[in-house]
């Protein structure tokens, strides 16, 4: 059984900052990628970023030089620096890593719970 547990929500004025935290465990013999998505009322889940092992980084063009998303493998933690936030980034952020457990030994997605960011204008 394989968790994604998130953390680091919460409510910010525009122009803050948020860093949040998910962390894997469970039954796992490696992690492909890992990324953020974030889904506002009445609209689709949308990727923010997304980091692959081997460290390669994509943004979503609404986020590009604001955000920045890393992961420590070793502790099996991807986090997501969130910097000049806006009213428009409001919304439950989801992250998702792409896991291969130790038997067998086939890639799934597992998502985590979600955080609530909200930013006040």
């Known amino acids: 059984q394989v968790q994604l547990v998130e953390s680091g929500g919460g409510l910010v004025q525009a122009g803050g900052s948020l860093r949040l935290s998910c962390a894997a465990s469970g039954s796992i013999f490696s992690i492909n990628a890992m990324g953020w998505y974030r889904q506002a009322p009445g609209e689709q889940r949308e990727l923010v970023a997304l980091?692959?092992?081997?460290?390669?980084?994509n943004y979503a063009d609404s986020v590009k030089g604001r955000f920045t998303i890393s992961r420590d493998n070793a502790k099996n933690t991807v986090y997501l620096q969130m910097n000049s936030l806006k009213p428009e980034d409001t919304a439950v952020y989801y992250c998702?890593?792409?896991?291969?457990?130790?038997?067998?030994?086939?890639?799934?997605?597992?998502w985590g719970q979600g955080t609530q960011v909200t930013v006040s204008s």
């Open positions: 998702k890593a792409t896991i291969v457990p130790p038997y067998p030994r086939v890639a799934s997605d597992y």
């Open positions: 980091v692959t092992s081997g460290g390669s980084t």
